[in-house]
């Protein structure tokens, strides 16, 4: 302010003064009127600024130097206690900065956190409820005994809120997003809002997928293995002794082998014998010399003939053709498109742990550094990668204790159109944990409405009423249903035992042949095992139609498309089979 001149005043505000120099006044006047002699800071290591020590020790050296004038009369000696982690000060500055140092001998860390986490668990109640290795894993990566007890605090409110609902949830997936929430409290918030870098990590499955199934080419070698029966079945000739007199280029005449004429022999016979004795074949030849001919014997040469005939494409291609008529070969293809589509449902159908397991060193790396989408915080990548509890929740995906079925163990569940009973079982199917085939389906419309394409390719998905429904209601997963277990004879097992039981099939013959027919033409040849079927009331019937079932489709040419000679080799595989019936 300027007053024509004479006075100058100038009034500013010192924006660079900390908190500590604005208010020091304060502070020192409640140390000067409080009654104690000690001052106790702790948790102040967690903002790792040393700044804050620094203005500790400023008002630390004031008060005292107070004490000294005589501005706290009548007061004890008034000292400060830091309670820190060792790492704050490297060696040298923790003994310029404190004037004694008290070790603490820590209560819990990872060599003990284990037996504490058993012990406060048994306390709670929850006793034996935990694999017990999977608490020995975790443990090694807490050791800090207030994180201990708070996640056990917050398992029993999660797990005494849930249980009532009747869901057949596993405690050590209840228990490992209670410790994600607790490491990862931001990062748990922003999963149930289908963000954050957990949730990334989840989006990345089906990218992975893609990727491997088009790494593996498996959809085109499924192509070149059928393509190679459809031309097997095109084929007209049906020997290598055709084919080779068909290619073989033979434009001599008077063919002798062994001495021998062979003009009364057919062509196939003659280029028979000629491959097979190929050093004693002769050929007439006639050279003319002026007005008159000579006779001549000379050697055939057979094995440039030959060579000519194999390197042909075409002799190639049918040769092959040729080869896969044979019923051996004719089961091995068939063998090898079952293995391919059985492979191709595993990748379908792989969990997050499976694909992380699959994956190189160099892939996993790149997998654990998901793109984040441009709304997350910056750096938000690199905070969890370099927390020191990363290890953890990667061993707790790694290990699928955390997976895409996240929400079951940490939300309330309304049995609305969905039932506790039918979402028990979708939860099975996502668990790979396989419920009896008799489980109980209350609603098998609404369960199906749940389930996508790739899950009737578990074998966790066999179930009677979900059979049942599907028949009945003509569904278009119906085979891939029937192609669930296709890898063992349980399949085979279930299938029978459902029509032995309830009479499945036999009630809806005219919709199971066909799928039967799509659906086991593979499998039922790569089976390994015999197969014995017991059944009572019914189970003789059932049996009797599931094979005539099967002799129908491999004459009837109306159900579907398909080679009646390739369908009676697969009726021909069931020799192997011997049922055996109640007495």
Known sequence: MDLNGLVGIELFNAEEDTYFDKYLHNVLYLFDQADADAIVFEDLDRYDVTLIFEKLREISDLAYSREKCGLRPKKKPLRFFYLIRDDVFTASDRSKFFDFIIPVVPFVDASNSCDQLLERFEKAGFEGLFTKRFLQDVSLYLGDMR??????????????????????????????????????????????????????????????????????????????????????EKEPLESIDELNALYFPLAEYEIIIDGVPTSNLSRTELVRRILDKPNSVKYTHYAQYYSYYHKDTPALVVTEKRATMETDEEYIRRKISIENQSAQRQRELLEEIWQLQKYKAKLATMSLKEIILDLGPDDETNFWSPELPSYEPENYLKKIQNSKNFGLLKYLLRNGYIDENYAAYISYFYPNSLTVQDRNFLLSIADRAPLPPDYHLDRPDTVLDRLENVDFFRQEVRNFDLLAHLLEAKGPNLPSFLQSGTEDENALLFLLHSGAKSGILSMHPALSVPCIKNTWSGSVCGAKTRVSFQGANGGFSFWIFFVFSLWRVSHTSTLETGSPKRYLLIWNSFSWITPTFPS
């Open 147 to 232: 994180l201990v007890s708070n996640i056990v605090n917050e398992f029993s409110v999660y797990h005494g809120r849930l249980s009532g609902s009747g869901l057949a949830t596993k405690p050590d997936r209840q228990l490992a997003m209670v410790i994600c929430k607790n490491l990862y409290p931001g990062d748990f918030d922003l999963l149930q809002k289908g963000r954050g870098y957990v949730y990334a990590l989840f989006e990345q499955k089906e990218k992975l997928l893609k990727e491997k199934k088009a790494e593996e080419c498996i959809d085109s070698k499924i192509q070149e293995l059928r393509q190679c029966l459809d031309d097997a």
